[in-house]
């Protein structure tokens, strides 16, 4: 069996009193698309983001691609390049184009020069199906837009592994489909991908394995048939039930 | 790249409405007013009477090849400003660092600083500085020009004053910015100087051109040190001719019209970079 890409152990995170992260161990295999449910509040997204060390942990470890995160001595920013990440809110860069957002880092984090960065940006923008908004600024473009442009953007560092924050959360429930299926094209063209989110459709056709979070804690991992039609725990059932009977 | 993916372009292409025509006079207020008022004033003065008026304003306005009179004041705003920019970005920028040390320097500076009037600054390092270098350094006959003394004073008096307004600037730009940075690779620096920095500029345009008027203003005390600038050459006049009546009426009209002059320039930035921005 092939070292996971993503091997998480005893993970332990505290912010203040709140017990965010209650030791979670997970691996997540190359080219596996796994998607994380839970209740707010549950770690969930907690645990995405100590994946490319927006934050740190109190214990535990973490190995990116072979690279332990908790040493003192990693480059976070390398490990960074390499773990693509597309927030709930979009984050883009508002004084720039659609284009200069997904240039910009590969200029000076990759090194790629103006052209190559540009080739780049362009098919990228053609992948999430909007090359017509290159030279639009982010205020100009719809949240279904935005959210595709963040996506290519984190696509165009190549990274390894995509972390996907509730991307479609902030969406207008028309624009929730054209970000879906980017995702879903992403799936299946091999990259492996850690998405929290809510879409259980997605979940269902995108996702290998599910992983539902309660407190910090995983309570399940299953296979979307699985935990769909029979979860294992009590808890998972209630959380289905909530969710699925609105 | 892979044929699956099909474009919803029908949902999100909707054409940007055309922006309302703009002219010339769109922007005409009440700055362009007052600043044709002020000169209409200065040049009715000025051509009406001849005789009372026009020594006056040849002796204040000054000459570039003297560099006094309105020629000092803008030199000394401009260089002093140039310097006071940077030591506001660095120390700003020190603010909001979460390494204690620097985070501390940066605040002790400013709370000093802000707590002792610009005027005592510019006796102390005009005056008080070669004594210091005398008596602890052992430097002899150590001077300090007037005009680098006044720039060092001014710098370090207005720095911390810039100093807050780019904590604000920076702090006002939303945390995701900074983490959709750091997510792509950059580091600290890298997500400063092209993405949080670039905007906190746009936000915090409009209290730096306020900090330029008021440097321009307050560039009168430098009078004190005997630099030739519009109010020193206003005192020598009224000293020599006793028409302080007229006199200060000239000088007061030239920093209203630069004054307004610059507000106006700084509002045209403003609105240059809010149209790029949207």
């Known amino acids: 069996m092939p070292e996971p890409i993503i091997r998480i152990r005893n993970v332990h995170k505290w912010f203040g009193k709140t017990h965010a992260l209650d030791d979670v161990s997970m691996d997540v295999e190359q080219g596996e698309v796994l998607v994380i449910i839970g209740p707010s509040g549950s770690g969930k997204s907690t645990l995405l983001r100590t994946i490319n060390h927006l934050e740190t942990v109190n214990s535990g470890e973490i190995v990116v691609d072979g690279i332990p995160l908790t040493h003192k001595s990693t480059d976070i920013n390398a490990v960074r390049a390499e773990v693509g990440m597309v927030f709930q809110q979009f984050n883009l860069f508002p004084h720039l184009t659609a284009r200069q957002n997904i240039t910009l880092a590969q200029r000076i984090v990759r090194k790629r020069n103006a052209a190559e960065a540009d080739r780049t940006a362009s098919e990228l923008l053609e992948r999430v199906g909007i090359p017509e908004k290159a030279d639009s600024y982010p205020g100009q473009l719809s949240g279904g837009q935005q959210q595709r442009v963040a996506i290519a953007r984190a696509l165009a560092m190549d990274p390894k592994i995509m972390l996907f924050d509730e991307p479609t959360s902030a969406l207008d429930p028309e624009m929730i489909k054209e970000v879906l299926e980017v995702m879903l094209d992403l799936a299946q063209s091999g990259m492996t991908m850690l998405c929290v989110t809510h879409e259980m459709g997605f979940a269902r056709a995108a996702a290998r394995r599910i992983v539902f979070m309660d407190e910090g804690k995983i309570v399940e991992e299953n296979t979307p048939e699985g935990l769909f039609s029979a979860p294992k725990s009590d808890r998972t059932k209630l959380f289905l039930s909530n969710i699925l009977d609105r | ?278």
Do not use: C
Request: charged share 15%; hydrophobic share 55%.
């Open chain 2, 1 to 278: 790249m892979t044929d699956s993916h099909k474009p919803l372009s029908v949902v999100g292409s909707a054409p940007v409405p055309a922006q309302p025509t703009s002219h010339w006079w769109t922007h005409f207020d009440r700055y362009w007013l007052l600043l044709i008022g002020a000169l209409v004033v200065a040049a009715v003065l000025f051509f009406a009477f001849p005789e009372r008026f026009q020594p006056i304003f040849r002796y204040v306005f000054g000459s570039y090849a003297g560099g006094d009179g309105i020629f000092m004041t803008l030199k000394l705003t401009a260089v002093a400003f140039l310097f006071i920019l940077v030591v506001g970005m660095v120390m700003g920028v020190m603010r909001v660092s979460s390494v204690g040390i620097l985070k501390g320097i940066a605040s002790l500076y400013v709370e000093i600083v802000r707590g002792v009037p610009v005027l005592v600054w510019i006796l102390w390092i005009y005056f008080g500085l070669p004594v210091f270098f005398r008596d602890v350094l052992g430097l002899k006959d150590m001077r300090i020009a007037g005009f680098p003394a006044a720039v060092a004073a001014f710098t370090f008096a207005y720095g911390a004053y810039m100093t807050e307004i780019f904590r604000a600037g920076i702090q006002s730009i939303p945390k995701g910015q900074m983490e959709a940075s750091r997510s792509l690779g950059m580091n600290y620096i890298q997500a400063m100087r092209h993405i949080i920095l670039p905007q906190a500029v746009r936000v915090i345009l409009p209290p730096v051109s306020n900090e330029f008027v008021t440097l321009l203003k307050d560039s009168s005390l430098i009078s004190v040190l005997g630099l030739e600038d519009i109010t020193r050459r206003g005192r020598e006049w009224v000293g020599r001719t006793f028409a302080s009546f007229d006199t200060y009426m000239v000088v007061a009209l030239l920093y209203l019209i630069l004054t307004v002059f610059f507000t106006r320039v700084s509002t045209a930035i403003e609105r240059q970079l809010s149209v790029e921005k949207r």
